[in-house]
Structure formats: structure tokens, C-alpha cells
């Protein structure tokens, strides 16, 4: 299995990554994609790749760390992934979150139009963020339409993710589809296409149900993977290869 978005570079996983990765690989999670969220995280991400062939990374600034960005940032990411670094398979984690506080929603339309430009210079898929910004995203995206990448996180209705489908994006499935109560994210999942679907943990975000208020861990994507097989009502198996073979095109891994 692909976690296709765990922040490998936070805690828990910051002090011992290798006993991470063994769990991980151990539960049957053979890949892990690690999106950075701000220019300090990028130097992180870029050494855990180099040192676990296991892992892939993302650079990015992440609309919720807004407060840490420069406009100068802008031109490093752009210098970054010009050296085209090894392991480096996606820009990311970006996007639009109006839920946080301050959100100055011009200045993030302006850092995620900046990012997405890069994104069509290098060829390289977006991991993108959304929290009540759908509308807006998309209009963007209407401007980027080569662009292709993953919804890291969708919890929308079937409608919304028919849209980002509709303009080549994945959805990236997490620990939200394992809630009984969420019932308009699970309909909408069993609905969708299972070849525009991915699996996600957001590790240690997102915990999965029966893990409420700890650290969500990679090692439980089958626990993911498991509540999707449901919801899709067919065997684990399928669902892992489908997953698979999905993140495998987006992000051009070699696994």
C-alpha cells in the first residue's frame, strides 16, 4: 500500500524515523509520500528521502502556516525544484484554507497561483489543501488545465468531487470514510470512481475511528483501506491494487 500524504517530519515520527518506517513497512505500507508545509520543513523531507528508499517527498507552503510565509519564498521553491532532487515527486502541500484565522484569502490565492505556475514549469502533480475553499479552488484550477495532482483530504459531497475529477485530480481518502457518522463523505466515496481514489492517512493527523486522540500512524492505512473496501463492497485486495496503481501514475513512483 501508498500513504500518498503522512507529515513524516513531525512528531512522532521526527525522533526514531527508522522504527516508523519498519512499522509501516511491516503493516503492509510500502510507500509513504511526505509533503512539506513551509520553506524549513523542505531540507527535512528532502533527507528522509535520501535516506529511506522507501519514502517520497512533496515541497510546498501550506496556506495554514500563511503567517510564516515570504513572497521570496516563492523564488526558493522555484530554485529547489530546479535542482530536481532526488526523490522529490510532487509540489505540495499548498492550497486554500479560509478556516483559519487571518486567512487573507488574496494573498493565498496569490501563493497558490505562484506554486501551481511552478507546477506546470517542472511537470510535477499538486498536493493540494482545501478547507471552505472549494468554489475558489476550482476556479483557479480552471486556469491550470494541465495540471494534475491529488485532493489530500476529501470530505466533500459527490458533486465537489466529481469536479476535481472532472479536471484530472485524485482524491485522496483518509480516516474520515472510517466514522459511521460522516455520512456525506461516505456516500459520496462509495460513489465516486475507485480509479480516481487514493489512500491517505495525514499521519499524525486525521485519526482514525477507534484511535480518537492519538497520533494517527501510517501503519494503520489498512484500517483505511479496510472501511473503503466496504463502503465500495468489494474485496481489500481491489482496493489496494486499484490505489496503488493510481498514485503510482500521479506521482510517477517507482514501486
Known amino acids: 500500500m501508498i500513504d500518498t500524504h503522512c507529515h513524516f517530519d513531525f512528531p512522532p515520527f521526527a525522533d526514531h524515523p527508522e522504527d516508523w518506517v519498519r512499522r509501516s513497512v511491516a503493516a503492509g505500507v510500502n510507500n509513504l509520500v ?8 523542505w531540507g527535512r523531507v528532502a533527507a528522509l528521502a535520501e535516506t529511506f528508499p522507501e519514502i517520497s517527498y512533496a515541497v510546498g507552503l501550506h496556506p495554514v502556516w500563511m503567517a510564516s ?7 526558493k521553491l522555484d530554485a529547489f525544484l530546479a535542482d530536481a532532487p532526488k526523490g522529490l515527486v510532487a509540489v505540495g502541500e499548498c492550497g486554500l484554507d479560509f478556516a483559519i484565522e487571518n486567512a487573507n484569502p488574496e494573498r493565498q490565492k496569490w501563493l497558490l497561483n505562484e506554486q501551481l505556475k511552478l507546477a506546470v514549469k517542472y511537470q510535477l502533480p499538486v498536493i493540494l489543501h482545501s478547507r471552505k475553499s472549494h468554489n475558489e479552488l ?3 484550477l480552471n486556469g491550470f488545465p494541465t495540471l494534475k495532482g491529488v485532493l489530500h483530504a476529501f470530505s466533500g459531497s459527490e458533486q465537489i468531487g466529481l469536479e476535481y475529477i472532472k479536471r484530472g485530480f485524485l482524491l485522496g481518502i483518509g480516516g474520515t470514510i472510517t466514522y459511521e457518522r460522516a455520512n456525506k463523505t461516505r456516500n459520496a466515496v462509495k460513489n465516486l470512481p475507485l480509479s ?8 499524525p493527523d486525521m485519526p482514525i475511528f477507534g484511535f480518537q486522540g492519538e497520533p494517527n500512524l501510517p501503519e494503520r492505512l ?3 483501506a479496510h472501511a473503503l473496501a466496504t463502503l465500495k463492497e468489494v474485496d481489500v485486495g481491489e482496493i489496494v491494487h486499484a490505489t496503488k496503481q493510481n498514485s503510482t501514475a500521479c506521482f510517477a513512483l517507482n514501486v
Open 34 to 41: 511526505v509533503p512539506a508545509v513551509a520553506t524549513e520543513n
Open 222 to 224: 489498512p484500517l483505511i
Open 138 to 140: 476550482l476556479q483557479i
Open 69 to 75: 510565509h515570504q513572497d521570496e519564498d516563492i523564488v
Open 196 to 203: 480516481s481514489l487514493v489512500l491517505e492517512t495525514d499521519a
